[in-house]
Nanobody, 123 residues
Framework: QVQLVESGGGLVQPGGSLRLSCAAS????????MSWYRQAPGKERELVAA????????NYADSVKGRFTISRDNAENTVYLQMNSLKPDDTAVYYC????????????????WGQGTLVTVSS
């Protein structure tokens, strides 16, 4: 079964840091690019950061450039989002996302989402 499980969210003060993790299972993780999205209350889900399957290339939303870093460990089947200099506007549920993929048992998935982890930036 294909699964993405996020962790690491919580309450942090403005200017603080958090590191989110997304553990993947059920597919060949090293084959696929991965992304982090977020959805703030009353807003649409937006792309935060993406990373290629090898980790050689990354992309970021303008709003997080210079503050967030996406990385991955293919040996651990995990993608990370290091978030520094957090602002109240970063408050959202953060989701891990995989593109259309083929599972280890041959089933195709159009896209895969984790359950989300809540990040609250507040004093």
């Amino acid at each position: 079964q294909v699964q993405l499980v996020e962790s690491g969210g919580g309450l942090v003060q403005p200017g603080g840091s958090l590191r989110l993790s997304c553990a993947a299972s059920g597919f060949t993780f090293s084959t696929y690019a991965m992304s982090w999205y977020r959805q703030a209350p009353g807003k649409e889900r937006e792309l935060v950061a993406a990373i290629t399957n090898t980790g050689d290339n990354t992309n970021y939303a303008d709003s997080v450039k210079g503050r967030f870093t996406i990385s991955r460990d293919n040996a651990e089947n995990t993608v990370y989002l290091q978030m520094n200099s957090l602002k109240p506007d970063d408050t959202a549920v953060y989701y891990c996302n995989a593109p259309p993929l083929r599972s280890n048992i041959g089933l195709w998935y159009l896209e895969v989402w984790g359950q989300g982890t809540l990040v609250t930036v507040s004093s």
